[in-house]
């Protein structure tokens, strides 16, 4: 069973252990494969006053082992007139991949951005070799609305393009 809540200071080392092996792969993000931790957290968590008032972060936690295996973050695409489309990213731990937990994760933003008041939901830069994210987000009613040609370098298979891909809500 999972359940999903909103992150805390103290889950910090979890979620982590989650983005730095992501990071440091240089796969489905565009981060600095060298990411400290202290960048990590200033890329993922809010701060004191957060660059972004819109921020929120969740957790995902395993009630069996009560681990956190997933996080993500909402926050609006944008401000002013276009602070109703909202944007998120998500991350899965390795060893719980294939669980249904990214799914679950994204029904569960989805929902919390609908009752946030966004409109819509938009991802600015997911990569085209990141082929289960596409199929996921494409089986959640996600379109590609934009391809950007060789936007993101992949560090095995070069030059790849990143997709823009939004659903209303």
Do not use: K
């Not at 681990?67 to 990213?89: C, D, E």
């Not at 009752?115 to 379109?143: C, D, H, I, K, P």
């Not at 936007?151 to 891909?165: E, Q, R, S, W």
């Amino acid at each position: 069973m999972l359940a999903f809540r909103t992150a805390q200071a103290d889950d910090w080392p979890a979620i982590w252990s989650i983005m730095e092996p992501v990071a440091r792969a240089g796969e489905t993000y565009c981060w600095d494969m060298s990411m400290d931790e202290d960048a990590g957290r200033r890329e993922w968590l809010p701060g004191a006053s957060g660059p972004d008032p819109t921020l929120t972060v969740f957790v995902v936690v395993d009630s069996e082992t009560d681990r956190v295996v997933g996080t993500a973050q909402l926050h609006a695409n944008r401000g002013g007139n276009g602070s109703h489309v909202s944007n998120a990213s998500f991350l899965v731990a390795a060893e719980a991949g294939g669980r249904g937990i990214g799914r679950a994760l994204a029904a569960h933003v989805m929902e919390e951005a609908r009752a946030a008041g966004y409109s819509a939901m938009q991802f600015n830069a997911v990569v085209q070799t990141n082929e289960r994210a596409v199929a996921l987000w494409v089986s959640l009613g996600f379109a590609i609305v934009g391809t950007v040609p060789g936007a993101f370098v992949h560090p095995t298979a070069g030059p790849t393009a990143l997709y823009i891909m939004h659903r209303v809500l």
